[in-house]
């Protein structure tokens, strides 16, 4: 499965909870609030200042690194 901007962080997070350090790098802290289940990702990291660009192509080159681990 590939992070897309449009899915939520709760989504995000359900993939693969490897991801919550980089989330967390990139400066969501708030993982758990209410809002990281309503608003998609592109608009968290616009609220943080993030491109939303660039957090989903390093959370995907993640996952391809955590797949080939497990392959």
Do not use: F, W, Y
Not at 4 to 10: A, H, L, P, V
Not at 51 to 66: I, M, R, Y
Request: charged share 25%; proline share 4%.
């Amino acid at each position: 499965m590939r992070i897309t901007k449009d899915m939520n962080i709760g989504q995000v997070i359900s993939i693969n909870t490897e991801l919550i350090p980089l989330l967390q790098r990139a400066g969501m802290h708030c993982l758990g609030c209410p809002m990281s289940q309503m608003e998609s990702l592109e608009d968290a990291a616009s609220v943080h200042g993030i491109d939303p660009d660039k957090l989903v192509e390093v959370l995907n080159k993640k996952l391809d690194a955590l797949e080939a681990e497990n392959a």
